[in-house]
C-alpha cells in the first residue's frame, strides 16, 4: 500500500483541512473579542502558538487512532484493510480536532501557573512601568473624499504612522488589531479611550479631490476630550508613498513633544509647547544661501514667534542668533534693525539656557570659523560630532563640519565627511549640495555631474544645487557645461533671490565675449549694492573670465569670510598670485596650519617662516 493510500485511508487529509479551518475561525474570533473583553495581550498569540502546536499532533492522532463505539483504538494496519467500525469522518475530525486543542489548552494553563506566570509582584511592576509611559491609540483615518474611495490610502497613512510611533522610546502603542476594532464606528473618544485602556487617542481624516490630498490629524486626551495638538497637511496628490512618509514623519515629530517622548523631545535645548515647536518646525534645517529676504525675513518671524511662546527654547534662540548674523553682515538683502546686538543676545541666551546642545555648539563653532578663531573652530565642531554621533542629527553635524575642512583646505578629508553623511541621510539635498561643490574640489568633476543629477530628483532646494553645479561647470566642466547649468540656474531661480538670477542671467549671456564680460564684472564690483550672493559670484566669474586679481580684491575685502572659495579648483590661477599669501595670512590660515600641525591639500610649509601654495 502506497504512503499516500494510506493517509487517504486513514483520514489524515480531511483531518488536517479541517482542523486548518477551526483553526483560522478561532483566531477571528479571538481577535474581536480580545478588546471587547479586555484580555490580555499574550492572550491572542498563545492561541496561535497553541494551534500550530495542535497540528501535528492532531495529524498523528489522526494516523495512529480512531474513535469507535468500543472507545479509542488504534487505526488497522493492512493492505488494503478497511477502517474498524469508524464513525462518521467529520465527527471522528471534529472529536481529534476539540480533544488536541483542548489537551494542548490544559498543558498550557498548568505551565503557565506553575513555570510561566509572573509573580504579583513582577506583574505589578510591568503595569506600573506601562502606566507611567505616555499610552496612544492611532484610530484608523477616516476617508472624506467625494466618492468615499480612498478608505485605503487612509488606512496605509494610519499604519505609516503606528509604524513611525512604534518606534519612539517611552510610548505605550494598542496595536493595530486592537485600534483598527473602532473603524466607521462614531464612538466617543473618552469611551475609546477606556476601552484601549490610554490616556490619548490621535485621528484624523484624509480627502483626495483631483490632483489634491487633504490630510488632518488631532491629537486629544481620552481622559478629558481636549485637543492637544492638530495639523493640517496640503498636498498634490503625486506619490502617496512620499506623501504618507512626509506627513507620517511630521506628526511623529509633532507628538513626540506634546507627549513627552522621543528623540526629538529629548534633544538638548528642545522645547515641551507644541506652538512654539510648530513655529519652529517652518524654518529649515539648513540656511539656504539664495534664499530670498522676504523668505528669509519669514524665518525670523517664525522663530521670534517660537522663543515668545517658550523663552527657554533654546535652540530656536541659536538658530534666530544666526539669522540676525546673516542680517548684520547684509547677506541675502536682508536688513533688520540693530541686528548684530540682537545676534549677540540670542546666542547669548542660547548658550546660558543649553550650553551642549548641538544647535548650540553649531552656532558657536560657526561664530569662531567666521571670526577666524579656527583652532577653537576645530575644538567645538568635534564636540558637536561627538555629541550627535548616532542620532537623528549626526549627518547635519558632519555636513557643517566638512564646510570647516573645506575653509581650511582639507578638501579630500570633507568629501570622506560628506560621503559618511550621504550614506547616514540619502535622501538630504543638503549633503547632495555639499558634496556637489566639494568633489570638483577634490579634482572629480564627474562625480559632482552624478550628484547633481541623484539631487536633482530628491525634495527641496534644486536652486542651491543648480547654483553649486554652476560654480563646478565653470571650474572643471567646458563652456558647454556652464551654458547647459548656467541656463538651468536662471529657470530654477526664479522664485529665489532677484538679484542673483539678474546676474547669472548676465553673465551667461557673455559666454561668447570674455573681455565685455571682464568690463562688466568690473562694473559690478565697483557698485556697492551688490552683495550677498552676488558679491561672491562676481569672484567666481572674475575668476572664469580671466581676471584673477579681481577674484584676490573682492576676497581681499573679506578675507575670513571668502576662505569658503579660494581653494575651488577655478581659483588656481588666483592663488598663484604674490598678494594670495598675504590673504591667508591675514585670515589667519597660516597660524592655525602650523599650530596644529595639519596643512591643507594646497600649501605646504617652506622653512620656518615661509609656505607655497598651487
Known amino acids: 500500500m502506497t504512503l499516500f493510500t494510506e493517509l487517504k485511508r486513514r483520514h489524515v487529509f480531511r483531518i488536517g483541512i479541517a482542523y486548518l479551518v477551526v483553526a483560522w475561525l478561532l483566531t477571528q474570533v479571538v481577535g474581536v473579542i480580545s478588546p471587547i473583553f479586555d484580555l490580555p495581550p499574550w492572550f491572542p498569540r498563545a492561541v496561535i502558538i497553541l494551534l500550530g502546536i495542535g497540528f501535528p499532533v492532531a495529524l498523528i492522532l489522526a494516523w495512529a487512532f480512531e474513535i469507535t463505539p468500543a472507545?479509542?483504538?488504534?487505526?488497522?494496519?493492512?493492505?488494503?484493510?478497511?477502517?474498524?467500525?469508524?464513525?462518521?469522518?467529520?465527527?471522528?475530525?471534529?472529536?481529534?480536532?476539540?480533544?488536541?486543542?483542548?489537551?494542548?489548552?490544559?498543558?498550557?494553563?498548568?505551565w503557565r501557573q506553575y513555570y510561566g506566570a509572573p509573580s504579583q509582584t513582577a506583574t505589578q511592576s510591568v503595569t506600573a512601568t506601562v502606566g507611567a509611559m505616555p499610552s496612544l491609540a492611532v484610530l484608523p483615518f477616516a476617508d472624506f473624499s467625494p466618492n468615499k474611495d480612498q478608505g485605503y490610502l487612509a488606512d496605509g497613512l494610519s499604519d505609516e504612522l503606528m509604524d513611525k510611533l512604534a518606534q519612539l522610546k517611552g510610548l505605550a502603542l494598542t496595536g493595530r488589531t486592537s485600534a483598527f476594532a473602532f473603524k466607521g464606528k462614531n464612538e466617543d473618544l473618552r469611551t475609546i479611550g477606556e476601552k484601549l485602556g490610554v490616556e490619548n487617542v490621535l485621528e484624523g481624516s484624509l480627502r483626495k479631490d483631483g490632483d489634491q490630498i487633504r490630510v488632518t490629524a488631532q491629537l486629544i486626551n481620552a481622559r478629558t476630550g481636549y485637543h492637544l495638538w492638530s495639523e493640517t497637511y496640503q498636498r498634490k496628490f503625486e506619490d502617496i508613498f512620499a506623501i504618507q512618509d512626509d506627513i507620517s514623519k511630521s506628526v511623529a515629530n509633532a507628538l513626540q513633544v506634546a507627549l513627552g517622548v522621543g528623540d526629538v523631545f529629548n534633544v538638548p535645548g528642545m522645547t515641551h509647547n507644541v506652538p512654539a515647536y510648530d513655529e519652529f518646525a517652518h524654518v529649515p534645517t539648513g540656511f539656504d544661501p539664495l534664499a530670498s529676504p522676504e523668505q528669509v525675513r519669514a524665518y525670523v518671524?517664525?522663530?521670534?514667534?517660537?522663543?515668545?511662546?517658550?523663552?527657554?527654547?533654546?535652540?530656536?534662540?541659536?538658530?534666530?542668533?544666526?539669522?540676525?548674523?546673516?542680517?548684520?553682515?547684509?547677506?541675502?538683502?536682508?536688513?533688520?534693525?540693530?541686528?548684530?546686538?540682537?545676534?549677540?543676545?540670542?546666542?547669548?541666551?542660547?548658550?546660558?539656557?543649553?550650553?551642549?546642545?548641538?544647535?548650540?555648539?553649531?552656532?558657536?563653532?560657526?561664530?569662531?570659523?567666521?571670526?577666524?578663531?579656527?583652532?577653537?573652530?576645530d575644538r567645538l565642531f568635534h564636540r558637536l560630532l561627538d555629541q550627535t554621533a548616532d542620532t537623528a542629527g549626526a549627518s547635519d553635524a558632519i555636513v557643517s563640519y566638512s564646510d570647516f575642512l573645506s575653509r581650511v583646505g582639507r578638501m579630500k578629508e570633507a568629501v570622506g565627511y560628506l560621503e559618511q553623511a550621504r550614506a547616514l541621510d540619502p535622501l538630504s539635498i543638503d549633503v547632495a549640495f555639499a558634496l556637489v561643490l566639494a568633489y570638483p574640489e577634490a579634482r572629480n568633476y564627474a562625480a559632482a555631474t552624478a550628484e547633481a543629477e541623484r539631487g536633482l530628483k530628491l525634495d527641496g532646494d534644486h536652486a542651491a544645487l543648480i547654483t553649486g553645479m554652476l560654480i563646478a561647470a565653470m571650474a572643471e566642466g567646458g563652456k558647454a557645461e556652464v551654458e547647459k547649468w548656467g541656463k538651468l540656474d536662471v529657470a530654477a531661480l526664479q522664485g529665489g533671490y532677484e538679484a542673483n538670477i539678474k546676474f547669472t542671467r548676465k553673465m551667461v549671456s557673455l559666454l561668447d565675449d570674455p573681455s565685455a564680460a571682464r568690463e562688466q564684472l568690473r562694473r559690478d564690483a565697483a557698485d556697492p549694492a551688490n552683495q550677498g550672493a552676488v558679491a561672491g559670484g562676481i569672484s567666481t566669474w572674475a575668476a572664469y573670465y580671466g581676471d584673477p586679481q579681481l577674484s584676490l580684491d573682492r576676497f581681499r575685502k573679506r578675507p575670513i569670510g571668502g576662505t569658503a572659495f579660494i581653494w575651488r579648483v577655478g581659483f588656481r590661477d588666483m592663488r598663484k598670485l604674490p598678494g594670495f599669501k598675504d590673504l591667508v595670512r591675514d585670515a589667519g590660515l597660516v597660524d592655525y596650519w602650523r599650530k596644529s600641525g595639519q596643512w591643507n591639500d594646497f600649501c605646504h610649509p617652506v622653512g620656518d617662516n615661509d609656505f607655497e601654495c598651487e
Open 71 to 110: 472507545g479509542v483504538q488504534r487505526t488497522e494496519t493492512g493492505d488494503g484493510a478497511a477502517p474498524a467500525r469508524s464513525t462518521t469522518s467529520i465527527g471522528r475530525t471534529l472529536n481529534v480536532v476539540i480533544i488536541g486543542a483542548l489537551t494542548l489548552a490544559v498543558v498550557f494553563l498548568v
Open 301 to 377: 518671524d517664525h522663530l521670534e514667534r517660537a522663543v515668545a511662546l517658550d523663552p527657554n527654547f533654546a535652540n530656536a534662540w541659536a538658530t534666530l542668533s544666526a539669522l540676525y548674523r546673516t542680517a548684520a553682515i547684509g547677506g541675502n538683502g536682508l536688513t533688520i534693525e540693530g541686528a548684530a546686538e540682537k545676534a549677540q543676545q540670542a546666542f547669548d541666551r542660547a548658550r546660558k539656557l543649553a550650553p551642549d546642545s548641538p544647535a548650540v555648539l553649531r552656532m558657536e563653532a560657526n561664530l569662531a570659523l567666521i571670526q577666524g578663531h579656527w583652532l577653537d573652530a
